[in-house]
């Protein structure tokens, strides 16, 4: 898969107007495809496809600020980026930085949009005459349950982010305007489709493509965003609250009953040797290098990372309180969480472990690169295989794995007060892998109690791997007053700016706002 669709589609389609009597203004460029002349051929399929899959590895989307909008913003990151830009997508200060020169704003917009437009043409065009040209009716099937999964991904990311835009689900006409909750539903309604056409598994070259388990475990990651959110204050629905808990449990159960299992080392899931794993559910394809002269790999490292010669930038800085949440606990045999030191780059005295060419306490010793931050991100760098960092990592980047899931189904058990013993065992099932101590059920007999263990939990396992953003706002953090004066004054400073009931989206880029009927910025901005 890593070769397979790493080809970039630009447009393939040339619309032709007519409307002059002349016939050779009538006549259609042979050297061009245009609608009359394309989809009709199994490959158009296959290329159109192969677009949709494209935009997960531009700087936009997975290569770089997914991660910064969902993890610097969140409590878990920071910038001190030379950049007032860089800074702004993290400090909620933003409102100054929405022009022309906000990439943070406009390129993952401009890539969502992109996204949808390729992934509309696919399944409008299959859905009309593409299901009835392929010999291989299950291959069409296939590709069509594909691209409606990416689909479904580009919404949930908007969702997330913007909370409003238009919902474009189709390759000719414009969409309505809707907000959050409306976009969560299409992506559902577009992960539940691909359910209908998708493989549990893929083997050869098509290893890496969305499979049957990531369709039902991203259905189930916005049964649990859609159930957090009629639980808010200001949408207080709490049938839809349980109706949604309950399908998020259905389709996880769903999952596991299906072949996945926790691989033994836990650092193998962030690293090029191990890609594509019995853990993963939902992964995005990266390679170092050029192909056809397009960058193939992520830009993640280059900005998450130690900020040394050959490193990261100061960009993006993880928050000093996590080096305290993995320390509440050591293992059975009284060491470290090693998550931690898959997590994080941290002081350890005395180690010799070499960081781009040097130790830690060496960088320290020098005049320019001396570490002034006590911790920066590790995950997903290439600091055991590479002398440096550049802006094409060949690192997949796990967007779903088993552990989250199984963290998952704990926490749906515990909103719905179900066996409460279940939920403790999945939470276990994660810690065994790293060698802590079970924890004992009966210590968490209420669910606010249980609660807590899930949020220091998912903390330690998924730290770093962009999923913060969504757990604090699913959880409630991101509109609760007391919770953000709280993480304001203990673990993350930006959190002052935060504002109640505007902060919790992400500006629509202001030069949209003109070009698109109805699109009108989101409150605050």
Not at 166 to 190: F, H, R
Not at 197 to 220: F, H, I, N, Q, S
Not at 355 to 367: I, P, V
Request: net charge negative; with cysteine; aromatic share 14%.
């Amino acid at each position: 898969m890593k070769r397979n669709y790493f080809i970039l589609i630009f447009s393939i389609l040339l619309i032709l107007t007519t409307g002059c009597s002349e016939d050779f203004l009538d006549r259609k460029d042979p050297n061009r495809e245009s609608s009359d002349t394309y989809w009709r051929h199994e490959q158009d399929y296959e290329l159109g496809l192969n677009a949709c899959y494209s935009v997960f590895r531009i700087p936009g989307y997975f290569s770089r600020w997914f991660h910064v909008l969902m993890i610097s913003r969140s409590d878990e990151g920071w910038s001190e980026s030379p950049n007032p830009y860089f800074q702004a997508y993290s400090n909620f200060n933003i409102i100054s930085y929405n022009d022309n020169n906000a990439e943070g704003i406009i390129w993952p917009w401009q890539a969502l949009y992109r996204q949808l437009f390729y992934c509309n043409q696919v399944i409008d065009n299959m859905n009309t005459i593409g299901l009835d040209l392929f010999e291989d009716k299950q291959k069409a099937e296939q590709i069509l349950g594909q691209a409606y999964f990416i689909r479904g991904v580009a919404f949930w990311y908007i969702a997330g982010t913007f909370g409003k835009g238009p919902l474009m689900i189709s390759s000719t006409a414009n969409g309505e305007v809707v907000e959050q909750e409306a976009i969560y539903q299409q992506a559902l309604k577009d992960f539940l489709e691909s359910e209908k056409y998708l493989p549990e598994t893929w083997t050869g070259d098509d290893l890496g493509r969305v499979t049957l388990g990531g369709a039902k475990g991203m259905a189930a990651r916005v049964y649990m965003q859609l159930a957090g959110y009629y639980k808010r204050p200001d949408v207080n629905d709490p049938a839809r609250v349980q109706e949604y808990w309950q399908n998020a449990q259905t389709k996880i159960e769903e999952i596991l009953d299906m072949d996945y299992s926790l691989v033994p080392n836990y650092k193998d899931n962030f690293t090029m040797d191990y890609e594509n794993n019995p853990e993963s559910v939902f992964e995005v394809q990266f390679a170092e290098g050029l192909y056809n002269g397009k960058e193939l790999g992520a830009h993640r490292p280059k900005f998450f990372g130690l900020v040394v010669d050959g490193g990261a930038w100061a960009d993006a800085y993880p928050r000093a309180w996590l080096l305290d949440e993995f320390r509440k606990e050591r293992t059975a045999l009284n060491e470290e969480d090693p998550r931690l030191a898959v997590t994080l780059f941290y002081e350890k005295p005395g180690d010799t472990e070499l960081l781009y060419g040097k130790t830690w306490s060496e960088w320290m010793a020098t005049e320019d690169y001396t570490l002034t931050q006590p911790c920066y991100w590790r995950k997903y760098t290439r600091v055991e295989t590479h002398a440096s960092e550049d802006y094409s990592s060949g690192i997949n980047f796990r967007v779903l794995r088993l552990a989250d899931v199984y963290l998952m189904y704990a926490e749906v058990i515990n909103e719905l007060n179900g066996d409460r013993n279940v939920a403790v065992e999945y939470i276990n099932k994660v810690r065994r892998r790293v060698g802590m101590s079970d924890l004992n059920p009966a210590n968490f007999n209420t669910i606010d109690l249980l609660h807590i263990q899930i949020m220091h939990e998912r903390l330690v396992e998924l730290c770093g791997e962009s999923t913060r953003w969504y757990d604090m706002d699913r959880w409630g953090i991101l509109h609760d007053q007391t919770q953000i004066n709280m993480i304001a004054s203990e673990r993350d400073a930006e959190f002052a700016n935060f504002q109640l009931g505007i902060s919790h989206l992400y500006p629509i880029p202001n030069r949209e706002l003109s070009l698109y009927p109805g699109l009108t910025q989101n409150p605050g901005f």
